[in-house]
Nanobody, 128 residues
Framework: VQLVESGGGLVQPGGSLRLSCLAS????????MTWVRQAPGKGLEWVST?????????LYAESMEGRFTVSRDNAKNTVYLQMNSLKPEDTGVYYC?????????????????????WGQGTQVTVSS
């Protein structure tokens, strides 16, 4: 199982980035996929989850709702995170992970054991 993120970089506040996560080693469409981020000096934070197969169900952390959009292309074994209206507080390393979190409560803090596989992460820096 391998997950490889790409698309991170430096962007000005208000700008946009699209992250990609290429999956291999498993039947991609059979799994929900999740994005998690880690700001400098802070813990992991759940960002978004998209359901398996059709990707018709998507969920977002409150602070990302309306700015971020998760999608998937099962033919390309890829999950995307379109990030618009970026803020300095969006700075961090963004990880994709296989599976769905155990809950979606606002107090949920991701743990490494919550997901069967993680990517290596891609750095996003929002700064002027």
């Amino acid at each position: 199982v391998q997950l490889v993120e790409s698309g991170g970089g430096l962007v000005q506040p208000g700008g946009s980035l699209r992250l990609s996560c290429l999956a291999s080693g498993f039947t991609f469409e059979d799994y929900a996929m999740t994005w998690v981020r880690q700001a400098p000096g802070k813990g992991l934070e759940w960002v978004s989850t998209i359901n398996w197969k059709t990707g018709s169900s998507t969920l977002y952390a409150e602070s990302m709702e309306g700015r971020f959009t998760v999608s998937r292309d099962n033919a390309k074994n890829t999950v995307y995170l379109q990030m618009n209206s970026l803020k300095p507080e969006d700075t961090g390393v963004y990880y994709c992970a296989r599976g769905a979190p155990p809950n979606y409560r606002g107090t949920y803090v991701p743990r490494s054991v919550d997901f069967a596989a993680w990517g290596q992460g891609t750095q996003v820096t929002v700064s002027s």
